[in-house]
């Protein structure tokens, strides 16, 4: 079978699809004769035959109905070589890296990505999760084009940034932790004694860096979901992205806590980061103003 072209395939099922061989060759804009070769042809490389003749209109053997499947993903495997191929010349990115930090609100990418593979379709995303400094690394060391931080770990970092959302740190604690039976606002006396859950990473970037930190005995997390289920089990409390923990404030899992020095809710800003414009390509520009254009940031 090493003679089987994709010529072959086209014609196999421009007969199938336009019904009889004389329309497949208008079709085609071949002879008649130029397609019932190419059929002979490559029944003859294959060993089977695909058409049954002895009626006055041709029809799918057995066998034909059975290759036909695999006949139009081979058509369609060999498009889309085609388009990618044609978009690489043409400098498109093979594929667009991006990296979201944990605390980014993840249904908001989902129509990005949607519009994206409309606009791009021979570039698949590539999709990558850290949190703090490991995310904005995988952009400073060219793994991902794109992070969608926040505005404190792009600076440190100094990437430059394009503010695209808002979201807030909520402080949260089990219903069965001490700090739960306190109404109004918590002393900062009594939050040292008691442990805080902090998310933290292993980069030198923001090793030394803590914001939000209340507490003297503290708890280190690099897993995001991981400190969540800590803080529903009571072994803590610690700020939590609001999004992330409003169905289990609502349901009484978890208690809205007031620490004196902090907001109830504390806004954080996060938005896509980038070395620099020269450096993404077109597949990422776009990207980059798609996220730019539907931008929700509380001013």
């Given at each position: 079978m090493d003679a089987l072209t994709l010529d072959q395939i086209r014609v196999f099922l421009s007969v199938v699809d336009e019904g009889s061989f004389p329309k497949a060759?208008?079709?085609?804009?071949?002879?008649q004769s130029a397609v019932t070769y190419a059929i002979r042809k490559l029944?003859?490389?294959?060993?089977?035959?695909?058409?049954?003749?002895?009626?006055y209109r041709?029809?799918?053997?057995?066998?034909?109905?059975?290759?036909?499947?695999?006949?139009?993903?081979?058509?369609e495997e060999a498009g889309a070589f085609r388009e990618q191929?044609?978009?690489?010349?043409?400098?498109?990115?093979?594929?667009?890296?991006?990296v979201l930090d944990a605390l980014y609100p993840m249904p908001q990418i989902f129509d990005a990505l949607r519009a994206f593979?409309?606009?791009?379709?021979?570039?698949?995303?590539?999709?990558?999760?850290?949190?703090?400094?490991?995310?904005?690394?995988?952009?400073?060391?060219?793994?991902?084009?794109?992070?969608l931080l926040p505005t404190n770990i792009a600076e440190l970092a100094a990437l430059k940034l394009t503010p695209t959302t808002t979201f807030h740190l909520c402080p949260v604690?089990?219903?069965?932790?001490?700090l739960a039976s306190i109404q109004?606002?918590?002393?900062?006396?009594?939050?040292?004694?008691?442990?805080?859950?902090?998310?933290?990473?292993?980069s030198t970037l923001t090793a030394a860096k803590d914001w939000g930190v209340l507490s003297s005995r503290t708890w280190r997390l690099a897993d995001l979901g991981a400190k969540k289920s800590m803080l529903l089990a009571g072994l803590g409390w610690g700020n939590m992205p609001a999004h992330m923990v409003e169905d289990e404030i609502k349901d009484g899992r978890l208690t809205v806590i007031q620490p004196a020095g902090s907001d109830t809710l504390t806004p954080l800003v996060l938005g896509a980061a980038y070395i620099s414009e020269h450096s993404l390509g077109p597949a990422a520009r776009w990207m980059l103003n798609y996220l730019t254009s539907v931008a929700s940031v509380a001013r």
């Open positions: 060759a208008k079709s085609l804009r071949r002879a029944e003859a490389e294959i060993g089977v035959p695909l058409f049954d003749r002895s009626a041709s029809v799918l053997t057995p066998a034909g109905r059975a290759l036909l499947s695999r006949a139009r993903r081979i058509a191929a044609r978009g690489l010349a043409s400098g498109l990115e093979a594929e667009l890296s991006i593979t409309e606009h791009f379709p021979t570039v698949p995303p590539r999709l990558h999760v850290a949190s703090l400094g490991a995310a904005a690394n995988l952009v400073t060391d060219g793994t991902c084009a794109i992070g604690v089990s219903p069965s932790h001490p109004g606002i918590i002393e900062p006396h009594v939050l040292r004694q008691h442990v805080q859950l902090v998310l933290t990473d292993a």
